[in-house]
């Protein structure tokens, strides 16, 4: 189960450090939205996209690192440098980004998405069921930035050996009409929490 949970929440977190692309399950998580508005900063930010689409995460998290040095603080790709660690098996050096991320701009739900799945890939399961609650009292136009908040939060009660709860999250997934790529991750999980 931990390796399918892995799977899921890698996606999630992948997804999340995506930007400018024509893929449309990636487009619909990260809503083409990146908003840097310095063009260097950009294309260095559009270069390290390339390299996760071709697994190098340590090349993409320099040039994600090229464009914070040009645009400092930008929420976007402060997430992005921090998924790069986490996939990289180094959630611990992403945490600073996640905060970073947390302090230049509260609003951006992406963060505490990230950060709560970084910390649930800690084990520390408490801290990040309290930034998950933090990012689900922040409004987002986006269905799935929700949907993706309730998913780390049901693998966090699952890790805790809650699993009322985290059928209960997922449900809070499954019961909205909005159907996008969590809906399926959350059928399946919750197939698996129910299955004796």
Not at 1 to 26: P, W
Not at 104 to 125: E, H, M, P, W
Not at 138 to 150: A, G, K, T, V
Request: glycine share 4%; hydrophobic share 35%; charged share 20%.
């Amino acid at each position: 189960m931990n390796n399918y949970l892995n799977c899921c929440f890698l996606f999630l977190a992948l997804s999340s450090c995506k930007g400018k692309t024509d893929d449309n399950d990636i487009g619909v998580v990260l809503h083409n939205d990146n908003h840097i508005p310095d063009k260097q900063a950009n294309d260095y930010f559009d270069k390290g996209i390339k390299y996760v689409e071709h697994g190098d995460y340590d090349q993409a998290k320099n040039f994600f690192l090229k464009a914070d040095q040009r645009c400092p603080n930008l929420p976007v790709v402060l997430n992005s440098i921090g998924n790069c660690y986490v996939v990289m098996h180094l959630p611990e050096s992403g945490i600073p980004y996640y905060e970073k991320a947390l302090k230049a701009d509260s609003s951006f739900v992406k963060s505490y998405i990230n950060l709560g799945n970084c910390l649930n890939n800690l084990k520390d399961f408490e801290k990040a069921t309290q930034i998950l609650y933090l990012g689900l009292a922040r409004n987002s136009p986006y269905p799935i930035d929700r949907h993706m908040l309730f998913l780390n939060l049901a693998s966090a009660y699952y890790y805790q050996h809650n699993k009322d709860k985290a059928v209960e999250m997922l449900d809070s997934i499954t019961a909205d009409p909005n159907h996008d790529q969590v809906f399926e991750q959350a059928v399946e999980f919750e197939k698996h929490i129910n299955t004796p």
